[in-house]
């Protein structure tokens, strides 16, 4: 994965998952092996059955389960949209760099590769401080 600039703060890996979806089990060892890197910040964001959910995340890696926060108070698919999948289809992640802003999505499975190209996006969208995009 290429690094950010080490005077830029790291983005975070937003990934949002269900038990119920086969999909995102699949991908939880890619977002473990993504987590377990320095200097890599996610966030696992549980939609529903948490107690479930936070089992399955810990089977992959007690680092999954570190990360993971609940939405299982709200409804999925109005946590989905304000997150931008307005599909309110799962596998979904995006990227948030640390700022607020929204720096990538991704519908679909999640691999090492994509979770890197999402990171890397808040790289050039940001840019290094003091570094105006307009």
């Known amino acids: 994965m290429p690094p950010l600039p080490p005077d830029l703060p790291p983005a975070t890996l937003e990934v949002f998952y269900s038990p119920t979806c086969t999909p995102c089990r699949l991908e939880l060892p890619a977002v473990a092996e993504i987590a377990g890197r320095d200097s890599v910040h996610v966030r696992v964001i549980i939609l529903d059955d948490e107690h479930r959910a936070r089992a399955e995340l810990r089977a992959v890696s007690v680092r999954l389960e570190a990360v993971a926060e609940s939405k299982v108070d709200e409804a999925p698919n109005a946590v989905l949209r304000d997150a931008g999948n307005d599909t ?18 991704w519908s679909g499975r999640l691999t090492v590769a994509r979770a890197a190209n999402l990171l890397a996006a808040c790289a050039r969208i940001i840019g290094p401080p003091g570094h105006s995009r307009s």
Request: hydrophobic letters at 45%.
């Open 88 to 105: 309110g289809i799962l596998p979904y992640a995006r990227s948030v760099a640390s700022n607020g802003a929204v720096c990538a999505k």
